[in-house]
């Protein structure tokens, strides 16, 4: 019994040793993520929201299909907060393609996840956001010319619901009131992402992690877009996790496929879309994300 409770013992001490390291490594991103989050939804959002809703006016053509995406990473709602005002946009007469593109991006990244992800390093930051850049961009290029004749989108489900509680007229106020609930939203994500990532690196070979998501080979980038659909459910979580994994082995190309697949397949996400796209279109989705992250994943082991 006496053993038992130093193997115990000492274990504990393992997984709070790296549980403790990467807490220190992470947390500074996830307080200045969430920070900044809360301050674009504050102060910017209208204003992100008035140029894209500007863009309706101008005769941009397909040159508006990259200012949408742009648009959408920049955007701080959630995909529930989302589809009310890409409705609205919807119902002015914007251009299919455009909100396509905007939604998608917005599914995938957003200011306050992008400071998150700085804690992967430089060059996994800007993988991520070029790729959710591009796959806005081709999501609307598919749209615009794939189903130019008939409507994608079903967003009278949505009409007239908004999912924005930021409605204090102190401003400090809703900042302060935005960013309590941004804690309390991923914080207890972003533990069991900790404590998750500390099981991994303690009892996960780092070989298995190299074998399983490493090198060059198309089954790691299947296998990281596959376990993409289940394990994301917050942004913030998967941060730690990333971290170990690419430590460990993983290949920048499966991380990339993860950080598409997520987010695109989180079970929030997938509820709202499936209800403004049918059954149909909704296959359509599903295809496209897992195709073009698995893409992604091989050209990026390709070039980097």
Not at 42 to 49: A, D
Not at 90 to 102: E, I, K, P, R
Not at 138 to 166: I, N
Not at 187 to 192: A, Q, R, S, V
Request: with cysteine; aromatic share 14%; hydrophobic share 50%.
């Amino acid at each position: 019994m006496t053993d038992l409770w130093e193997v115990i013992q000492r274990e504990a001490i393992y997984l709070w040793y790296y549980a403790d390291v990467q807490f220190r490594q992470i947390f500074k991103w996830w307080i200045i993520g969430m920070a900044a989050g809360s301050f674009i939804s504050v102060f910017l959002k209208k204003y992100i929201h008035a140029a894209f809703a500007a863009m309706g006016k101008r005769k941009l053509g397909v040159l508006g299909i990259p200012i949408a995406s742009a648009l959408g990473i920049a955007s701080p709602l959630c995909m529930y907060g989302t589809i009310p005002i890409a409705a609205s946009f919807a119902n002015g007469g914007m251009a299919q393609d455009w909100l396509g593109a905007f939604m998608m991006s917005s599914i995938l990244l957003n200011p306050q996840l992008i400071f998150y992800s700085a804690a992967l390093g430089t060059q996994a930051l800007v993988v991520r956001i070029v790729s959710c850049f591009l796959m806005g961009c081709v999501a609307g290029l598919l749209l615009r010319y794939c189903f130019q004749k008939k409507p994608f989108f079903r967003f009278d489900a949505f009409e007239g619901k908004s999912h924005d509680h930021d409605t204090d007229p102190n401003l400090l106020l809703r900042y302060l009131k935005n960013l309590g609930r941004n804690i309390k939203a991923t914080g207890p994500y972003f533990l069991i992402g900790i404590a998750l990532s500390a099981i991994f690196q303690r009892y996960v070979p780092e070989d298995a992690m190299t074998n399983l998501f490493g090198g060059n080979e198309a089954w790691g980038v299947l296998m990281a877009a596959t376990i993409g659909v289940p394990l994301y459910a917050c942004g913030g979580g998967t941060i730690p996790l990333l971290q170990g994994w690419l430590a460990n082995g993983m290949s920048l190309g499966s991380a990339a496929s993860f950080m598409l697949t997520g987010p695109s397949t989180k079970i929030t996400n997938l509820g709202a879309l499936k209800i403004v796209l049918g059954v149909k279109h909704f296959i359509f989705y599903l295809i496209f994300v897992m195709g073009f992250a698995f893409a992604t994943g091989l050209i990026i082991n390709l070039i980097l």
